[in-house]
């Protein structure tokens, strides 16, 4: 187990911006893949954002050109840049970091809510 924490999220109205931090504990181990998840209650987990070592990314079409994935390897840390937020964005946001050979270590989820 590797603690993982994870901070930015608030309530914001439409339009306005946030910015999503995912940090795990110093580890030996290599990072694969860092990415995010999003749950609304009744909804289904919803993939975001993805991004590899080397920073090739993948988005959700839901928030292409909104939000933006990001990673600092020394830190082993992960960001979400997310710009117009919209009132569908609203849900709790989790990170998780794919830890070589550990596995998948999750961020323990940060509320992300936009209402006018």
């Known amino acids: 187990h590797v603690q993982v924490v994870e901070s930015g999220g608030g309530l914001v109205q439409p339009g306005e911006s946030l910015r999503l931090s995912c940090a795990a504990e110093k580890t030996r181990f290599h990072i694969s893949v860092m990415g995010w998840y999003r749950q609304a209650p009744g909804n289904e987990r919803e993939l975001v954002a993805t991004?590899?070592?080397?920073?090739?990314?993948t988005y959700a079409d839901s928030v292409k050109d909104r939000f933006t994935i990001s990673r600092d390897n020394p830190k082993d840390t992960v960001y979400l840049q997310m710009n117009d937020l919209r009132p569908e964005d609203t849900a709790v946001y989790y990170c998780y970091l794919d830890f070589k050979p550990l596995g998948v270590e999750w961020g323990q989820g940060t509320q992300v809510t936009v209402s006018p």
């Open positions: 991004i590899t070592y080397e920073g090739v990314t």
